[in-house]
């Protein structure tokens, strides 16, 4: 499965014009914020977005503010919008905040290498979130890869999230690549909150001896949004294993397509469970696949759709809840 080419040259009408940010300086010395960036960081960062330590806040297509700790550099790129971010191998319980924000029209596309020494452990927070008033497409296109040594523990969280009145195209379109040194466990946990119009995800990951993957997916579509999730995972290395579990909610007339890939290159283990929940004229696709080209590759998998278990719905509504409530319980604990 080929990545989309993220790499074009975008017309430059569809950019996001780089104005000056009204963000102002805070008499602290950390960048002030306004509401809605402020409102939408609640929703996507999940660890809490502080301008402490190693964070790079993108706003609108720019850098608003920055920091690094003493062992997690981050640095602006020369040749195309993005940042490098070197994280120590001697960088231990540490976190990284590089979440976006897009409150105006246009399109941005940003390119965000990390690169993780040997014996590294750090939890990595991104996410964007999307406030649009506008009649115009709003779009984000984020490309990471990572590029991780050996013995590291790396954990990766990306919340995307929509919101607003304007009648524009909110839309999310993540690439991201990742590299597993030997002997290092990547955690790769990705959630679709609400309100993105469209999606189009693409993963690749490929995993070195020892290597271990987990990776938790939840979304959830409305209204007639769609969103499409592609992964393949390369189980290359000797006794590399992954973990892939995929939870979903459809509702409205949205349309989701989920399609994980493991291919298994020598003695491995993999695992892939795709489980959704469908409601009123959603449609929904799961094709999990799996590809040994091993004798030793032991990959399984599995795939459930189905709609809200009707006992489950009586009993909350025993105590009192109505039937939107009791939906919501039962949404709320499928995708937790």
Same mark, same amino acid.
């Given at each position: 499965?080929?990545?989309?080419?993220?790499?074009?040259?975008?017309?430059?009408?569809?950019?996001?014009?780089?104005?000056?940010?009204?963000?102002?300086?805070?008499?602290?010395?950390?960048?002030?914020?306004?509401?809605?960036?402020?409102?939408?960081?609640?929703? #996507?960062?999940?660890? !809490?977005?502080?301008? %402490? *330590?190693?964070?790079?806040? @993108?706003?609108? /297509?720019?850098?608003?503010? =920055?920091?690094?700790?003493?062992?997690?550099?981050?640095?602006?790129?020369?040749?195309?919008?993005?940042?490098?971010?070197?994280?120590?191998?001697?960088?231990?319980?540490?976190?990284?905040?590089?979440?976006?924000?897009?409150?105006?029209?246009?399109?941005?596309?940003?390119?965000?290498?990390?690169?993780?020494?040997?014996?590294?452990?750090?939890?990595? #927070?991104?996410?964007? !979130?999307?406030?649009? %008033? *506008?009649?115009?497409?709003? @779009?984000?296109? /984020?490309?990471?890869?990572? =590029?991780?040594?050996?013995?590291?523990?790396?954990?990766?969280?990306?919340?995307?999230?929509?919101?607003?009145?304007?009648?524009?195209?909110?839309?999310?379109?993540?690439?991201?690549?990742?590299?597993?040194?030997?002997?290092?466990?990547?955690?790769?946990?990705?959630?679709?909150?609400?309100?993105?119009?469209?999606?189009?995800?693409?993963?690749?990951?490929?995993?070195?001896?020892?290597?271990?993957?987990?990776?938790?997916?939840?979304?959830?579509?409305?209204?007639?949004?769609?969103?499409?999730?592609?992964?393949?995972?390369?189980?290359?290395?000797?006794?590399?294993?992954?973990?892939?579990?995929?939870?979903?909610?459809?509702?409205?007339?949205?349309?989701?397509?989920?399609?994980?890939?493991?291919?298994?290159?020598?003695?491995?283990?993999?695992?892939?469970?795709?489980?959704?929940?469908?409601?009123?004229?959603?449609?929904?696709?799961?094709?999990?696949?799996?590809?040994?080209?091993?004798?030793?590759?032991?990959?399984?998998?599995?795939?459930?759709?189905?709609?809200?278990?009707?006992?489950?719905?009586?009993?909350?509504?025993?105590?009192?809840?109505?039937?939107?409530?009791?939906?919501?319980?039962?949404?709320?604990?499928?995708?937790?």
């Amino acid at each position: 499965m080929a990545l989309k080419d993220m790499n074009a040259e975008k017309n430059p009408e569809e950019q996001i014009t780089q104005k000056e940010n009204t963000q102002k300086e805070a008499p602290h010395g950390k960048t002030e914020l306004d509401r809605v960036t402020e409102d939408v960081l609640n929703v #996507i960062d999940s660890y !809490g977005f502080k301008q %402490e *330590g190693a964070y790079n806040l @993108r706003l609108n /297509g720019m850098a608003v503010c =920055h920091g690094d700790s003493r062992h997690i550099k981050i640095v602006k790129k020369e040749d195309r919008p993005g940042i490098d971010i070197h994280i120590s191998g001697e960088a231990k319980e540490e976190q990284v905040h590089i979440p976006v924000v897009m409150s105006r029209e246009g399109v941005d596309v940003v390119y965000n290498d990390f690169y993780i020494e040997d014996g590294a452990d750090v939890t990595i #927070i991104a996410g964007c !979130g999307i406030h649009g %008033e *506008g009649c115009s497409e709003t @779009r984000h296109d /984020g490309i990471h890869s990572f =590029h991780v040594g050996k013995g590291c523990n790396v954990k990766y969280v990306e919340n995307h999230y929509a919101e607003g009145n304007g009648t524009g195209q909110k839309v999310l379109n993540p690439v991201t690549k990742i590299y597993v040194g030997e002997d290092s466990t990547f955690t790769l946990e990705t959630t679709q909150i609400k309100g993105v119009d469209a999606t189009e995800r693409e993963n690749y990951i490929e995993l070195a001896d020892n290597a271990k993957l987990f990776v938790t997916e939840k979304l959830m579509t409305d209204d007639s949004q769609s969103a499409v999730s592609n992964m393949d995972v390369e189980l290359n290395g000797e006794n590399s294993s992954a973990r892939i579990v995929s939870r979903s909610v459809g509702k409205g007339t949205s349309r989701q397509v989920f399609h994980p890939r493991a291919i298994g290159s020598s003695r491995c283990h993999a695992h892939i469970q795709c489980d959704s929940i469908i409601m009123d004229q959603a449609e929904i696709s799961s094709i999990p696949e799996i590809d040994a080209k091993h004798v030793d590759a032991q990959i399984i998998h599995e795939a459930a759709i189905g709609r809200i278990n009707d006992e489950q719905l009586v009993k909350l509504r025993t105590f009192g809840l109505s039937e939107e409530e009791a939906e919501a319980v039962i949404i709320e604990s499928f995708l937790k």
